[in-house]
């Protein structure tokens, strides 16, 4: 009952920003961060230290110090309030696979991060916060504000099912997520897991048994279905009015898009967010750009020096202060990746993102014999607009070399592209200061994923 009253409340909550003006939301934002600023100085020995000296109540939001992933690394135990919470016990937890997806205290809903921007991480959530990210996700699924709505279950029609890729090889947030799920949404869907991990073979089985109308999951994954759908390995059908493809994790790129246009003839909706944060912004039926949840979440585009990036630039890095997570208090917390904003959509009170690159390990260090370092989001800029290319893949393959693999579209001469991309690669490393770096482009059919998590990384540097 308590979670069912979680719903309500966020649900009434959610459908009430949509309607505010942006000023109005902008309001409801700073009220929502400074009472999490207020409670964070309160119970966390870090934050009274990090924020002593500072008015709380007048403050700009830009005068709180950024937190990054060293930080909350290091200081893990005194940033989160609860003394029932300790990173080693947490971690501790979750060597018990029985214990994954499952409610700590009937309170917290505890995963590990992926480490692939650094070290894994627990990463405890208040079950208020992850009912909030579900009824975002639920309502926030039309092209306006007025028509959006929690879809409304019928007994003359079928539930629809939803592949939800996750990975279950490890304590993963998406597996918890989908073990979270409030029991009333199986009256709207029918959500069934596939682990990414699985072989290939026993996906396409698992597919073909399902026969799912919704697929979820890693971009990477979704693109090589499509390319499975297109050979004729995948023999998958998903309704024109219905169907629907939804991704998150890693990049979404325009080679994957077009794929899934020829493949299912339906156009996949993007989404983000990070393990330690849930939910950032979704793209949303009708829409061309993933819209930011703003009366969840303060997400900001900065430069190099942490002033805001002028809304026409792509950011240095990114700034995340989730909303709702009490038990894991983060202000201004650092994501590596880069953003470029967009105004309002009509009718929404909420930005858009209009270009968002990173979402993978991305920091290369080059020995040849001098010391380089190399930040791999230049590459993923320049792939993004090479439409050709359907998923890609830079790994560093010695200290001095470096190798892209490219899967490109169906129909590509590969010959002329190849000289492209290595013509592209080359001009990277020049332009980053590692001219002397050994480059080249190799075409392959497929990428394979990460054993543990099941993404495809976009950057794969050398262990120091």
């Avoid at 979680?6 to 942006?22: D, G, P, T, V």
């Avoid at 971009?219 to 023999?235: E, P």
């Avoid at 959509?345 to 993102?353: D, N, R, S, T």
């Avoid at 892209?404 to 592209?417: A, K, N, S």
Wanted: charged share 20%; hydrophobic share 40%; proline share 7%.
């Amino acid at each position: 009952m308590i979670r069912l009253f979680n719903l309500y409340r966020a649900s009434k909550s959610i459908r009430h920003a949509q309607s505010l003006s942006r000023e109005e939301m902008l309001r409801l934002q700073e009220r929502r961060w400074r009472a999490l600023a207020r409670r964070a100085f309160a119970t966390s020995p870090f934050y009274r230290r990090q924020l002593a000296g500072l008015d709380l109540d007048h403050c700009a939001l830009a005068d709180i110090p950024v937190l990054t992933k060293a930080e909350l690394v290091e200081n893990w135990d005194e940033i989160v309030p609860d003394p029932r919470l300790h990173r080693e016990a947490l971690t501790r937890y979750l060597q018990d696979p029985g214990n994954w997806g499952r409610l700590l205290n009937n309170r917290w809903m505890v995963s590990m991060t992926s480490g692939t921007s650094g070290a894994a991480l627990a990463i405890p959530h208040e079950i208020t916060s992850v009912d909030w990210n579900h009824a975002a996700h639920a309502i926030r699924s039309a092209p306006t504000a007025t028509k959006s709505s929690t879809p409304k279950p019928s007994l003359f029609r079928k539930r629809p099912v939803a592949a939800s890729f996750v990975c279950s090889a490890a304590p993963s947030v998406s597996a918890a997520l989908l073990k979270t799920r409030p029991w009333i949404g199986a009256l709207f869907c029918d959500y069934q897991p596939i682990s990414v991990t699985a072989p290939w073979q026993e996906i396409i089985d698992r597919l073909h048994e399902m026969k799912p109308t919704i697929l979820i999951g890693y971009a990477s994954l979704i693109g090589r279905l499509a390319q499975a759908k297109l050979d004729g390995t995948l023999r998958l059908e998903l309704p024109a009015v219905g169907g629907a493809i939804s991704t998150g994790g890693d990049n979404l790129t325009p080679g994957i898009r077009s794929l899934c246009r020829q493949a299912f003839g339906i156009e996949p909706l993007d989404g983000y967010g990070c393990g330690e944060t849930l939910g950032i912004a979704r793209q949303w039926a009708g829409m061309q750009h993933m819209v930011v949840f703003e009366d969840l979440a303060v997400f900001e585009a900065v430069d190099a020096n942490e002033k805001e990036s002028p809304p026409e630039e792509l950011s240095d890095h990114a700034l995340v202060t989730p909303l709702f997570n009490t038990a894991l208090p983060l202000l201004r917390y650092r994501l590596n990746d880069r953003v470029r904003f967009g105004p309002s959509p009509e009718g929404w009170p909420f930005k858009v993102i209009h270009q968002l690159s990173g979402r993978s390990a991305m920091t290369y260090t080059f020995h040849t014999p001098e010391k380089l370092i190399f930040v791999g989001t230049k590459f993923i800029t320049v792939m993004e607009h090479q439409p050709l290319v359907a998923t890609y893949q830079f790994c560093q393959t010695g200290p001095d070399a470096i190798e892209g693999r490219f899967v490109l579209q169906p129909g590509t001469d590969p010959t002329e592209i190849q000289r492209r991309l290595e013509a592209g690669i080359r001009q990277c490393l020049i332009e980053g200061g590692c001219g002397q770096v050994n480059s080249k482009a190799v075409l392959v059919h497929h990428l394979e994923p990460d054993p543990r998590t099941g993404k495809v990384e976009q950057n794969i540097p050398l262990k120091d």
